[in-house]
């Protein structure tokens, strides 16, 4: 999981917080030095370890290089690469379609319980609920596929066994077709409780009298979700939206663990793919080359999403 | 994807028929409880399955139906676990590595998040803009100059190399803005009049009442770089370096392990770190994690 | 402003607090840098092995005799996990692009190419001054396995452990269904015919056959008794300097080549349809899931009816609790011919060692009898010293036909190595990725998969490493 939780757009607008100490005493030169002083951890750190080696980079992507020779010029046959070698291809459509099946029924199923939990029920059970769908969070990916990984085999594990229970027969999930499958949901399970506080949070500020002046209307159920819930929590939507995309897009630890990317390319994602090119096969022009086309993605996706956000949420 | 369901509302239609029946079946109260309680064994089950196995003999390990509840435990799956991995060098490696990163992300953000927040500099807009830009990159694109630079500093194959990347924190700072933003103007007002310095009105009175949110702070990152996996693949070379995450994959993998719950019993043992934090921290962390969507 | 004592007491506590720290981190120091790891930094020889520490702890009573010959150069053995040797390579190659490479690598026929066309030293001259000192070691070494190390002509190391690819069977389940011990040329229907009729005596959670879906115990030796490869097999010339002067007689070569991709062989798709139907049919597992723990552990419960694998296995068999007389091995089954494959281990120097001279001297020690017994004490794995596979060293261990193991390279002498170019890692990931899709999936899938397979493997050995 991430921590890179994302400020709304108007917080990130708000660059002039409203006022500041500007009594306070001393010449301008020690104030200048103390701003600088609180800030030069921060800014040198970022500088660094973010932006030069962001910038650093975007030029390795132009050269072929394998540390132990000298690097060699490549023009653009890295990002070509992207396009045509049917792996480095492949581990991004893998990267897109996970993105989308995982990141709707992460919201799905996180709404969907978010709503359960928000009725009428004594405060421990809810207390309970709360805690047991955060639970997973604070687990590491790596340990929860190393559980998973038995859970699913095919021949010893639990999933199959319960299969057998009812006459089903057992389903090879990770060495065929259904790999992708669990790793969504391997990912979803270890996930959804994010996006449920998120809803949980987000429904909460929804006032009371909304509910019953629509009640009075006659609307209930289904309807009253669909007219009076969905509308009033999508601004918690696009915020769960935007940061379960970037921390998908990112998706590594499960199905390295879980199934090295296989069976073929099936479960190959971008992420590996850097991996695989730069520390198993001296590949570094190209790892960064992936690199840089997967911060355009999550860039892309990251504004494009905010842009559709001005159509259809609704602010109060 | 999901954006199409959320058209504003349009007025509920005039006709609707003030009875209990429904366009559609939404599931009773009742019911409702139900649904909840299959999605907590859902989710709790792998957790319980996990612990009982860790403590089924190594030979039974194997053997269906699976054990929910352990009914005869055997702890020396754990006992191997110590003899195949170095469970004390592991934790104090990922103890060491979480601590100082939760430290210095708490103090470096406190200075630079109150800087942002109450501090008047030319460009603070744009600096703090650039922070919040570096929010959106993952570590995984900038991964291989980030080995280059550790390599010429040589800090290769040291837990400094993992520490030193994880330190600055875009969000944390993010976080602690937002944090002494909400905290009274007028208290540092006061301490300007009574002559206090930017220094002293930090230290003696935001910093003590911007505990809470460093604390915020610590425990995600805690969280984080306790479970994290990615980094200390590449930058942990010796064994001597290993984080947990990275043992227990590794566990998994020595030869001649041959034994489910001896690698279950691992990653139990692993578990416990974080059980701590789940029942000492989980309102911090919940609040942490939702930080972004607060206002 | 709090009052001035509370002041004093909150700047006392966070004194007292941040010198804690400090002090914490001072005494942390070591750890976080490095410097607590014995012999880092320090002028010594460095070995890296595929290991953990303990494995390399375990290399200690080595060290120990060799530092008795050689008291002047001190060394350290670094354990290196990973899951198999392309893991293992990986962080090799991570620590030469972290500045830190070892002096001398444990290295597998997986990675002889990619080490000796990248950064291995060649052993030529090494191995000619020191002639007289070595006939000994080569007189006691099948050849087949020196000509594995051998890479465009010259020598990159010696072999000291090896295993062949021969196949292990559960004694127990083959007696449930009621047949004896193969035979030394049995056939690949033979095999089959053994897998239904363990099939259908044992237990329905009971698989016959287990593979290991990696180079090694997988597709390959299918391949070799097939008469064929997925790479196109040719030799290097040169390397007489070597066979005329230790191995007088044997026509052999400079070493393997593996430059064309040969996975449209139709006898290539022979293979894998046979191992397609072998799943098909429940008598075979899906490639992904041997390996490692899982499948010793299996075997070991009495699950698995037969898998391909060499001597390394019967420690592990033992420790997982079977006895000497429930196992046992058999040569890998004839098709068109008897072809084994093995693997082999020694180790290389690195080109970038300052090293160099002492670390000959410890490759010199570990192919020594001496060294050899130090090395492999118990039957993990095969020394390469036909004189030390006997019969203690499988005493009360187990299998009964332990003789099989030896007995490989000189029944088949055409017996050869993994086919592992330079460009081993793509290699291998184009190899598994396609033919688990091919084992995994129907008939009609396997000529796509090889066609890919083809395609990615082309593409892979193109590729400059």
Redo the contacts between chains.
């Keep these: 999981m991430t921590t890179a939780a994302l400020p709304t757009a108007r917080d990130a607008a708000t660059t002039t917080p409203p006022t500041t100490h500007g009594t306070a005493q001393g010449p301008a030169w020690k104030r200048r030095l103390v701003v600088t002083l609180f800030l030069a951890p921060t800014i040198i750190g970022i500088g660094v370890f973010t932006l030069l080696p962001i910038i650093a980079s975007i030029g390795l992507a132009f050269f072929r290089w394998d540390i132990i020779t000298n690097p060699e010029f490549a023009g653009l046959d890295n990002f070509a690469d992207v396009a045509v070698d049917p792996t480095v291809r492949r581990s991004f459509l893998n990267t897109i379609a996970f993105v989308v099946v995982a990141v709707t029924l992460q919201i799905a199923v996180s709404l969907g319980l978010a709503v359960l939990v928000a009725q009428r029920m004594p405060s421990w059970l809810r207390t309970f609920f709360r805690s047991v769908f955060f639970f997973p969070l604070i687990l590491s990916a790596a340990s929860v596929s190393i559980v998973m990984r038995y859970l699913f085999n095919e021949d010893f594990g639990v999933v199959n066994w319960f299969l057998s229970l009812v006459g089903l027969p057992g389903v090879a999930w990770l060495t065929s077709g259904w790999s992708a499958a669990v790793v969504v949901l391997v990912y979803v399970w270890q996930q959804f409780g994010f996006t449920f506080l998120l809803f949980v949070g987000g429904l909460a500020a929804i006032p009371n009298d909304v509910y019953e002046a629509s009640a009075i209307d006659g609307a209930t159920g289904w309807r009253q979700f669909r007219t009076i819930t969905l509308p009033l929590v999508s601004p918690t939507m696009l915020v769960a939206c935007v940061m379960s995309v970037i921390s998908a897009l990112q998706i590594f630890d499960q199905p390295w663990v879980l199934t090295r990317g296989g069976p073929g390319d099936s479960t190959r994602t971008a992420v590996m793919v850097i991996y695989e090119s730069a520390f198993r096969q001296l590949e570094f022009g190209r790892a960064s080359a992936v690199g840089v086309v997967l911060m355009a993605l999550i860039m892309g996706v990251t504004a494009l999403q905010f842009r559709l956000s001005r159509r259809f949420v609704f602010y109060q | 994807?999901?954006?199409?369901?959320?058209?504003?509302?349009?007025a509920?239609r005039a006709t609707?028929?003030?009875?209990?029946r429904?366009?559609?079946?939404?599931?009773s109260?009742a019911t409702?409880?139900v649904?909840?309680l299959v999605?907590?064994a859902?989710?709790?089950g792998?957790?319980v399955?996990?612990i009982s196995?860790s403590l089924r003999s190594?030979?039974e390990?194997?053997t269906?139906?699976?054990q929910f509840i352990p009914t005869d435990p055997d702890f020396s799956p754990y006992a191997q676990v110590f003899q195949?991995?170095?469970m004390g060098l592991l934790t104090?490696?990922s103890a060491?590595v979480t601590g100082?990163i939760a430290?210095g992300q708490m103090?470096?953000?406190a200075?630079?998040g109150?800087?942002f927040?109450?501090?008047?500099?030319r460009g603070?807009?744009l600096?703090?803009?650039?922070?919040?830009a570096?929010?959106?990159?993952?570590v995984?694109?900038?991964?291989?100059?980030?080995?280059?630079?550790?390599?010429g500093i040589g800090?290769?194959?040291?837990?400094?190399a993992l520490?030193?990347?994880a330190?600055?924190?875009?969000?944390g700072?993010?976080l602690m803005r937002?944090y002494f933003?909400g905290l009274p103007?007028e208290l540092?007002?006061?301490?300007?009049?009574?002559?206090?310095?930017?220094?002293r009105?930090?230290s003696?009175?935001y910093a003590?009442l911007a505990l809470p949110g460093m604390a915020i702070v610590g425990i995600?990152?805690f969280?984080?770089h306790?479970?994290?996996?990615?980094r200390p693949?590449?930058f942990s070379?010796?064994?001597?370096?290993?984080t947990?995450?990275?043992g227990?994959?590794?566990l998994?993998?020595?030869?001649?392990?041959?034994?489910?719950s001896v690698?279950?019993a691992g990653?139990v043992l692993?578990?416990i770190p974080?059980?701590v934090?789940?029942v000492v921290g989980?309102r911090p962390?919940?609040a942490?994690?939702?930080?972004?969507?607060?206002? | 402003m709090p009052p001035l004592s509370a002041e004093i007491t909150r700047r006392a506590a966070l004194g007292t607090l941040g010198a804690a720290g400090l002090t914490g981190l001072g005494l942390a120091w070591p750890r976080l840098t490095g410097r607590d790891i014995p012999g880092r930094g320090e002028d010594v020889l460095t070995i890296a092995i595929l290991g953990t520490s303990q494995d390399a702890a375990a290399r200690q009573d080595l060290v120990a005799a060799f530092n008795e010959i050689h008291p002047d150069i001190p060394v350290r053995v670094q354990g290196i996990q990973g899951n198999d040797w392309g893991d293992f390579f990986s962080k090799i190659l991570t620590m030469i692009a972290a500045g830190t490479p070892p002096d001398l690598v444990n290295v597998a026929t997986e990675g002889t190419q990619l080490f000796a066309s990248l950064m291995a030293e060649p052993l030529d001259d090494y191995v000619l001054r020191d002639a007289a000192e070595l006939q000994e070691y080569f007189d006691d070494v099948h050849p087949t396995l020196l000509e594995a190390f051998m890479y465009e002509g010259s020598l990159f190391q010696l072999p000291t452990d090896f295993n062949a690819a021969n196949m292990y069977y559960n004694v127990g389940a083959l007696e449930l269904a009621g047949l004896d011990r193969p035979a030394d040329d049995w056939t690949h229907d033979d095999f089959v015919t053994t897998l239904r009729a363990m099939r259908s005596a044992n237990a329905a959670d009971f698989v016959p056959y287990f593979w290991t879906n990696r180079l090694f115990g997988g597709l390959v030796p299918w391949l070799y008794v097939n008469d064929t490869s997925f790479l196109a097999e040719t030799k290097a010339g040169g390397g007489t300097w070597f066979w005329d002067r230790f191995y007088p007689g044997e026509q052999r070569s400079g070493g393997y080549r593996w430059l064309e991709p040969n996975a449209d062989d139709p006898r290539v798709e022979e293979s894998v349809e046979f191992l397609r139907e072998l799943v098909a049919d429940g008598l075979g597992t899906r490639p992904e899931e041997g390996g490692g723990g899982a499948l010793v552990g299996l075997f070991a419960s009495g699950r698995i009816g037969t898998t391909p694998a060499g001597g390394y296995w019967v420690q592990g068999l033992n420790e997982a609790g079977m006895a000497e007389d429930e196992f046992d091995v058999q040569f890998f089954p004839r098709w068109r011919t008897q072809r084994h494959q093995f693997g082999a281990a020694g180790y290389a120097i690195m080109s970038t060692s300052p090293r160099k001279d002492e670390a000959w001297e410890w490759i010199k020690f570990t192919a020594s009898r001496d060294g050899m017994e130090l090395a492999y004490p118990l039957p993990s794995t095969t020394p390469t010293r036909r004189s030390m596979v006997n019969e203690a060293r499988y005493a009360g261990k187990g299998p009964r036909h332990w003789e099989v193991f030896y007995d490989t390279l000189d029944r088949f002498p055409t017996t050869g190595p993994i086919p592992a170019p330079p460009q081993q890692a793509a290699v291998e990931t184009a190899l598994i990725k396609n033919i688990s899709a091919a084992v995994g999936g129907s008939a009609s899938g396997v000529p796509r998969a090889l066609a890919n397979l083809q395609r990615d493997l082309t593409q892979a050995l193109g590729r400059t490493a």
């Design positions: 994807m999901t954006a199409t369901a959320l058209r504003t509302a349009p509920p609707a028929p003030r009875t209990r429904r366009a559609l079946p939404t599931p109260g409702r409880v649904i909840l999605a907590a859902l989710t709790l792998p957790v399955w996990t196995t190594p030979a390990s194997f269906l139906p699976p195949q991995v170095n104090l490696n060491l100082v430290v103090l470096t953000a200075l630079a109150y800087a927040a109450r501090l008047e500099f603070r807009g600096w703090f803009a650039l922070v919040l570096t929010m959106m990159v993952p995984q694109v900038t991964i291989v100059p980030i080995f280059m630079l550790i390599r800090l290769s194959d040291t837990l400094l520490i030193l990347p330190i600055p924190t875009a969000f700072t993010f937002q933003l103007l540092g007002e006061a301490a300007s009049i009574d002559g206090a310095g930017v220094w009105t930090f003696s009175i003590p995600l990152a969280n984080f306790w479970n994290e996996f990615f693949l590449i070379i010796s064994e001597q370096n290993y947990l995450p990275l227990l994959v590794s998994q993998g020595n030869l001649g392990t041959g034994s489910i690698v279950l990653v692993s578990m974080a059980l934090v789940f989980q962390l919940r942490g994690l939702t930080a972004g969507v607060s206002k």
